[in-house]
């Protein structure tokens, strides 16, 4: 692609992907349609189930410029994905991060299906009205507690109202917005409900979250650890949970609750494993495609998109990770003191 300007890249397809390009279908015979493409593994938060407070983040130097993210995305739409989310780190934290949003999204209608992100909210008010402008229909915001002495304390920055704010514009924005929340034993777990009918009640879904052996942090995640099962235990007891068929090409699974109106979903790494049915591949800043989020096989996009003959090495290098890509994951948070499952954090494989 042309080298484009620092201020505003122009992020132009070249030439059409390839109609004969094969689709993306595993060893275990899976569909692959979801990327997950991490655009940074910076974050404006220091949430502690996920990051150590003084977090070392890469070289940028190291992290694809736009232009390649453009490319690699538009080699995956080649090979059948279409559905693109848009991860970090907090990928609004990016410079000029809505270009490759505006770029990506003239290809909806035609061979993408759908353009999305997952944000911590911080910077959504800024972004909100042109992420709508640029195509994206629905975001998926990280908030785990309602409390601002809490969410200061579990993330280390007080920046609930933005967070809250971000949610308002978005909404206002005509986007639809979706609550992620880790359920945390001893820190959030009484107030679940309340956060799940406060998001109801605005007309967002909510999403609980098992917490995930990723990267060494300075808390014990066995401590953390809060089972779902148990947690929806408890709400039944206070509501009415039908089974939902709703489906988002995600992990999560979902219930409609009765009495508030609202759809709540459940993600399961460790209670119910989702594996049977994945359809995605996780891509790093660095490009570096990971098959699984719980395992370390990896292979390098990068390597691929700047050698001399990028389509066919990123064709191979795509290959290779329908090949490597495991059946299942292996979490285990069964012993104190032990090493996480996964050595890199969250941040750094894109959630």
Not at 19 to 30: I, K, T, Y
Not at 84 to 107: Q, S
Not at 211 to 216: Q, R
């Amino acid at each position: 692609m042309p080298t484009a300007s620092p201020r505003k890249p122009d992020l132009i397809l070249l030439r059409d992907p390839a109609e004969s390009a094969p689709p993306l279908v595993d060893s275990f015979q899976r569909r692959i349609t979801y990327l997950r493409l991490s655009v940074t593994d910076r974050c404006d938060l220091r949430c502690s189930y996920c990051m150590p407070e003084r977090m070392t983040f890469l070289p940028k130097k190291e992290v694809l410029s736009l232009e390649e993210l453009y490319d690699l995305a538009t080699g995956f739409i080649a090979r059948g994905v279409t559905k693109i989310r848009i991860t970090g780190g907090e990928p609004l934290v990016r410079r000029d991060i809505i270009d490759l949003f505006t770029a990506l999204g003239r290809r909806l209608g035609h061979d993408l299906a759908e353009l999305t992100l997952t944000t911590n909210g911080t910077q959504l008010a800024t972004h909100a009205e042109a992420l709508a402008r640029a195509g994206v229909k629905r975001v998926n915001v990280s908030l785990d507690t309602l409390d601002r002495a809490k969410f200061a304390e579990l993330t280390r920055r007080d920046s609930l109202p933005q967070v809250l704010e971000g949610i308002a514009t978005a909404k206002a924005a005509g986007l639809k917005v979706k609550l992620n929340a880790v359920a945390l034993k001893g820190v959030n777990e009484h107030e679940l409900p309340d956060l799940i009918a406060w998001g109801h009640a605005q007309g967002h879904d909510v999403t609980l979250i098992e917490v995930m052996p990723l990267g060494d942090v300075e808390e014990e995640r066995l401590d953390q650890y809060l089972p779902l099962d148990d947690v929806r235990a408890r709400l039944e007891q206070r509501w009415t949970l039908r089974e939902s068929n709703h489906r988002t090409g995600g992990p999560s699974r979902y219930v409609d609750i009765a009495e508030t109106g609202g759809r709540l979903g459940f993600i399961t790494p460790h209670t119910n494993n989702f594996c049977a049915g994945c359809n995605r591949l996780r891509v790093t800043a660095t490009g570096q495609l990971y098959p699984c989020l719980g395992g370390g096989e990896r292979v390098d996009l990068r390597a691929a998109l700047r050698s001399d003959a990028p389509e066919a090495n990123l064709a191979a290098a795509l290959d290779e990770a329908l090949r490597i890509k495991p059946e299942k994951h292996h979490f285990r948070m069964d012993a104190r003191g032990a090493a996480p499952a996964v050595p890199r954090h969250m941040s750094m494989t894109g959630g």
